[in-house]
């Protein structure tokens, strides 16, 4: 792991309706140094998303430009849509010794984790229970019961790969969730690395994809 006084990258991944895009906008609020990665993506924007502060909205033939000028750091087909992040303006943050968080699927941050030497931290957020994820993810996508049934058939999927990721937190209350992986980062710019017991954790997955 590269500890510099440059920024470095923190990845927050999890199955939809979890909670990533809510931890990751509260610690860019409360931590002035930390600036969130907007991705660019095919997908249509959902009621109150901006253009160019939620993600860069494109289409497919501006999305495939980039993937051939060869601009992405990863890139994903992710519910039949394009998701990926554009090198550059990443390097340029982490060259201003700013952190960048990162709201990327497993597929990306698979991407990210092939790169050598990238000062890569990542983690996977899990939820308290599959009733409570259910709830959010109805909250979110009011009477769109297709949509919801689509994303909760990807939570074995995606939850399966738990392993790959540095850290392991559970989202069931936000302040205490955040405030966990707050310790971690912060813990990490000092070059210290928490061990996380993995039992726990593969019982708390064979708990959730019963
Ligand atoms: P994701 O980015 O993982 O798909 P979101 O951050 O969009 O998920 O959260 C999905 C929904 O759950 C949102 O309505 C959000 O306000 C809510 N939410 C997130 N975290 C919590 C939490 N700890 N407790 C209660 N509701 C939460
Ligand atoms: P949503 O459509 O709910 O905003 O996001 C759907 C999924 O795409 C989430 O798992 C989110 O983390 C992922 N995602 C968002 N941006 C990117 C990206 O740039 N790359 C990858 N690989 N996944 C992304």
Request: charge should be positive; aromatic fraction near 10%; hydrophobic fraction near 35%.
């Amino acid at each position: 792991m590269l500890t510099t006084t440059n920024g470095m990258m923190f990845v927050l991944s999890s199955p939809s309706g979890v909670g990533k895009t809510t931890l990751a906008k509260k610690i860019e609020k409360n931590n002035s140094n930390f600036i969130i990665s907007v991705s660019h993506t095919t997908r249509k924007p959902r009621p109150g998303e901006i253009n160019g502060k939620d993600y860069h909205f494109v289409g497919e033939k501006d999305f495939d430009l980039l993937i051939k000028g060869n601009h992405f750091f990863e890139y994903a087909r992710i519910f039949d849509n394009y998701y990926g992040t554009v090198k550059e303006p990443v390097l340029k943050l982490l060259s201003a010794g700013k952190d960048v968080i990162f709201d990327i699927d497993w597929q990306g941050t698979q991407q990210l984790k092939k790169i050598e030497s990238l000062p890569l931290v990542t983690f996977f957020v899990l939820p308290p229970n599959i009733e409570i994820l259910k709830k959010r993810l109805l909250n979110r996508h009011k009477e769109q019961e297709k949509l919801i049934k689509e994303r909760m058939n990807k939570f074995n999927e995606e939850i399966s790969h738990w392993k790959e990721y540095n850290y392991v937190v559970i989202n069931d209350d936000l302040e205490t969730c955040y405030s966990k992986i707050l310790e971690i980062i912060m813990n990490e710019k000092k070059g210290i690395n928490q061990t996380q017991n993995i039992d726990e954790i593969a019982k708390k997955v064979g708990k959730l994809i019963k």
